[in-house]
């Protein structure tokens, strides 16, 4: 099996910086779509090596050495001061100051992720800084691991082993589910309650909903369509919502409607919202790397028809909906 290319930065900014075009939404790959569901806590290098800022410059050479890796996050009472590299180390060999301590040469200034964040916002990360390595923290700031672009690949094609084992059997499981049942009109309602704030598990349902058209013989392009359709409307709930709110996936032979209900507090202008980059988004939410104003944008590329209904302080309904062509309706039949 080939290696997985990492996404390039035209790739990375295009999910995050421009609306999905019409060719994006049917050109992309399973390594792509892992990028999204893979969190960093599953790829990451939990058992990390550490220093401290009064430790000597030639200890940390040595368990650069010993343990074969190219930094160390620097610790301090338990929190976090920087990371020093072996390119700091090379600048302490060539001063002569291989007894300085770490706090000389250490890089102070640190570039992390969230250990919930998804691989990709690592890959831009590793885009932006153009570091080898990245400190990864939990929410409260505190370390958790470290990861490299290695530890990304690794993570990939471990995933895609997995899928290719355990696929196969759901799939033919799934594909068979209508075959014995009679009726004039058949529909399969998947169900998700979706929490504000919950960045956590942000993705959880659309990466489900996506895995069931996918072993019920929806083509995966469709699949895919819908996947990234429904993750950006759970993201909205997630993002703009007082309190979350429903997703649902409806699946019948010629078409796949999803929609989102929530509680409020609703939209003022639809039109405005519509618009790339627009965003209500919170200062606290941006800074997340959440909330660019392109999620309904990139819903409205990848539907067949999209349509929103909001009240202000009541609430917003989003319906989107894919027409499934003969050829390549799911498991049910007309």
């Given at each position: 099996?080939?290696s ?6 035209q ?23 892992l ?34 890796i ?39 200034k ?9 691989i ?25 691991g470290?990861?490299t ?28 589910l ?35 058209l996918?072993?019920l ?7 895919r ?12 709930l997630i ?10 996936t ?11 209900v ?51 302080g ?9 027409h ?11």
């Amino acid at each position: 099996m080939a290696s997985p290319r990492p996404l390039s930065e035209q790739e990375i900014h295009g999910r995050r910086g421009r609306p999905i075009t019409d060719r994006d939404a049917t050109d992309i790959s399973r390594v792509e779509e892992l990028s999204y569901e893979l969190k960093v806590q599953e790829v990451m290098t939990a058992d990390v090596r550490v220093a401290s800022p009064d430790m000597p410059v030639s200890e940390v050479l040595e368990i650069l050495r010993t343990n074969r890796i190219s930094g160390v996050p620097v610790l301090e009472n338990e929190q976090l001061q920087g990371v020093i590299s072996i390119e700091d180390v090379v600048r302490a060999m060539r001063d002569g100051e291989l007894s300085a301590p770490v706090s000389e040469y250490m890089t102070r200034k640190l570039v992390t992720v969230l250990n919930y964040d998804p691989i990709v916002k690592a890959l831009q990360a590793f885009t932006e800084s153009r570091l080898g390595r990245l400190v990864v923290v939990d929410e409260n700031g505190r370390l958790a691991g470290m990861i490299t672009k290695g530890d990304i690949t690794r993570g990939v094609l471990l995933a895609l082993q997995r899928d290719y084992k355990e696929e196969e059997l759901r799939r033919y499981r799934a594909s068979h589910l209508f075959e014995d049942i009679v009726s004039d009109r058949t529909t399969l309602v998947l169900r998700y309650n979706i929490k504000a704030q919950d960045f956590i598990r942000g993705g959880y349902a659309s990466s489900h909903i996506k895995r069931a058209l996918l072993r019920l013989g929806a083509d995966p392009q469709i699949a895919r369509r819908c996947g990234i359709a429904v993750y950006e409307a759970e993201m909205n709930l997630i993002i703009h919502t007082n309190h979350g709110g429903v997703l649902k996936t409806e699946v019948e032979p010629h078409r796949i409607t999803m929609s989102t209900v929530d509680d409020g507090p609703g939209i003022p202008n639809i039109e405005q919202v519509l618009q790339a980059g627009y965003s209500t988004a919170s200062e606290q939410v941006r800074e997340m790397g959440f909330g660019a104003g392109m999620g309904l944008v990139n819903i409205k590329r990848c539907v067949d028809k999209m349509e929103i209904e909001s009240a202000v302080g009541k609430g917003t309904r989003l319906t989107m909906r894919i027409h499934i062509p003969s050829q390549n309706s799911s498991a049910q039949k007309d």
